[in-house]
């Protein structure tokens, strides 16, 4: 293992360079880790204490296999290139400003000739996302929460064999009360979609700030 710390003095430390990096250190995904890399943090250690003033650059503090190398390299080079876009930091900064209203959840599935066969948990990586089960005459799905983020969906509805979801993630943090994420609140576009092999569900989560949806695989939990 090694270690580096980067600093790019001239890109600045904003939403929009802290999602690349973020992004880059889960492998693509909206979780996980990529494979080779042991650590990776980015705030500068001690900025605060020493009253560091004025537009903070990004500071990257990585432990990693020199395996992947050439991949920092190549992020080094994007975050370079990246232009933030004004328009995706001001609709960032009106989001902590002004959060959306809370929605309501409504978790029911309608009907439909492929819902039955989603009855069960499914997992990412070993971990439950969706719990779906039957509840006085209905079938609900049922986010697992991870605290201090809460998980809300509504607007549940079948695109031919596609079940979508609109998805929410609220940022309740009693450690700093008052603090608004940017992305706390926000309006995912969520999809879950049967497969062949009826144990596995490919899922799919897009908003107007991403470039690309996240997807991943979702497994059946055999108990």
Known sequence: ???????????PRNSATTRHWLKWGAGGKDHGVREG?????????????????????VCLNIWYDPAITD???QLVQELQNLEAGAEIIDNLER????????????????????????????????ETVYT????DGKVLIKPTQSPPWESMINN????????????????????????????????????????TDPDRLIYLLNNE???EPIGDEFTRVVN
């Open 71 to 73: 991949e920092i390299k």
């Open 37 to 57: 890399l042991w650590e990776m943090t980015g705030k500068a250690y001690n900025d605060e204490f020493f009253g560091v003033k004025g537009e903070t650059p």
């Open 156 to 195: 549940l509805r079948w695109e031919e064999d596609v079940l979508r979801f609109d998805e929410y993630y609220y940022l309740d943090d009693p450690e700093n009360p008052g603090y608004v994420h940017p992305f706390s609140g926000v309006r995912n576009d969520s999809s879950l979609t049967p497969q």
């Open 132 to 135: 779906i089960e039957e509840q």
């Open 1 to 11: 293992m090694e270690y580096v710390n980067l600093v790019l003095p001239e890109v």
């Open 95 to 126: 989001l902590k400003n002004h959060p959306p209203e809370r929605q309501i959840a409504d978790l029911t599935i309608p009907p439909h000739p492929k819902r039955e066969a989603l009855i069960g948990e499914w997992a990412s990586e070993g």
């Open 209 to 211: 700030h991403l470039e």
